[in-house]
């Protein structure tokens, strides 16, 4: 009912709720940039550095951080069938303002290409991907600050698992798309500080991803829902509008 209601509206309802949301965005946009982020955002972002799979290593696709220097870690799995690059080109030009992107390919080709990931071993495929880029460019990561994770559609289901074992590793959380149930306890004891479920108002995960926002926030997590607009199950160039406040929140800024 709820998501039939949602496409009720006419094409000049929706013209009129874009321009509003652009207007309302714009403002919150501007105040998440920080004075690093200023001084970083003249800067070209670094070329992506790509690592092939091998019989025993998975493969990756790097954005190292603008700026010399170490920087924190972001680590983002991609949906079904997805393919790294792509996927984190929707976020790497933000993310690279503060953070290093490591993109890990997931093991299984689909036959129409690109890869899903598998039912199991997928947290330790992650950390051999995110070992092999701090040996490939070991001066542009310090993973003293704990890493922020991000997934995708399969990706964010495989994300929660890491997140709800991974002892600390992962205190910043962003899951998108997708219908995953949260473990408050296990987010809480695996020191997730920070988690943010996002969707689409026209994906069919929108409403629940809402409510589990929501539930695990009254049992005291700091958890929040952000509703990326008038969009469905996939990637448009209005999240680029999003993601700025999105990070800044996930850094507690």
């Not at 890990?104 to 950390?127: F, I, L, M």
């Not at 296990?186 to 539930?215: F, K, P, S, Y």
């Not at 199950?233 to 507690?252: D, E």
Request: aromatic content about 6%.
């Amino acid at each position: 009912m709820e998501r039939t209601r949602a496409r009720l509206f006419g094409a000049k309802g929706w013209i009129c709720a874009a321009s509003l949301l652009a207007a309302g965005l714009a403002a919150p946009r501007a105040r998440a940039q920080s004075a690093a982020d200023v001084a970083t955002a003249s800067e070209a972002a670094p070329a992506p550095v790509v690592l092939p799979e091998t019989s025993d290593q998975p493969g990756a696709v790097i954005f190292p951080a603008r700026g010399a220097g170490p920087h924190p870690l972001t680590v983002l799995l991609h949906g079904t069938c997805g393919d790294p690059a792509r996927s984190c080109s929707h976020f790497a030009d933000e993310v690279t303002r503060t953070s290093t992107l490591i993109c890990p390919r997931a093991s299984q080709r689909c036959d129409g290409g690109g890869s899903s990931w598998p039912a199991s071993g997928v947290p330790e495929a992650v950390e051999r991907a995110v070992t092999r880029a701090k040996a490939e460019l070991p001066d542009t990561i310090d993973d003293s600050q704990g890493r922020t994770l991000i997934g995708y559609s399969l990706g964010a289901f495989r994300a929660l698992q890491i997140a709800q074992a991974s002892s600390g590793k992962y205190p910043r959380v962003m899951l998108i798309g997708a219908n995953i149930a949260l473990n408050q306890s296990l987010l809480t004891q695996n020191g997730v500080q920070r988690l943010l479920l996002c969707a689409g108002n026209w994906d069919m995960t929108h409403d629940h991803m809402q409510r589990e926002a929501e539930r695990v926030r009254r049992a005291g997590l700091s958890a929040r829902f952000l509703d990326l607009g008038p969009v469905g199950h996939f990637f448009t160039p209005s999240f680029a509008n999003y993601l700025p406040s999105a990070l800044s929140w996930l850094r507690g800024a």
